[in-house]
Nanobody, 116 residues
Framework: QVQLVESGGGLVQAGGSLRLACVASGNIFRVNAMGWYRQAPGKQRELVAVISSGGGTHYADSVQGRFTISRDNAKNTVYLQMNSLKPEDTGVYFC??????????WGQGTQVTVSS
């Protein structure tokens, strides 16, 4: 059974940076686009960024130009570099397969808190 383990979150001041990592226990990265998602308190989970198996990327308008998604298939790891963080970026960040028909069980996520 594939497991996803997110890490790298923390408390940071507005304008700061964090780098998140997501490691999968199984080989799900090779053929799948992977996404980072976040869930703010009281809100639904939303897509933040996606990276295809070939390295193409797509970002939500709210993070375009500030966040960078990347992947290392040899390490079964997808990263999210977050710069110029804003209080509205606060939430729990998760990774998973982009295609909802291929998704695996969600991990516990990693908490990101941006103070103003």
């Amino acid at each position: 059974q594939v497991q996803l383990v997110e890490s790298g979150g923390g408390l940071v001041q507005a304008g700061g940076s964090l780098r998140l990592a997501c490691v999968a226990s199984g080989n799900i990265f090779r053929v799948n686009a992977m996404g980072w998602y976040r869930q703010a308190p009281g809100k639904q989970r939303e897509l933040v960024a996606v990276i295809s198996s070939g390295g193409g990327t797509h970002y939500a308008d709210s993070v375009q130009g500030r966040f960078t998604i990347s992947r290392d298939n040899a390490k079964n790891t997808v990263y999210l570099q977050m710069n110029s963080l804003k209080p509205e970026d606060t939430g729990v960040y998760f990774c998973n397969v982009d295609n909802p028909l291929r998704r695996v069980a969600w991990g516990q996520g990693t908490q990101v808190t941006v103070s103003s």
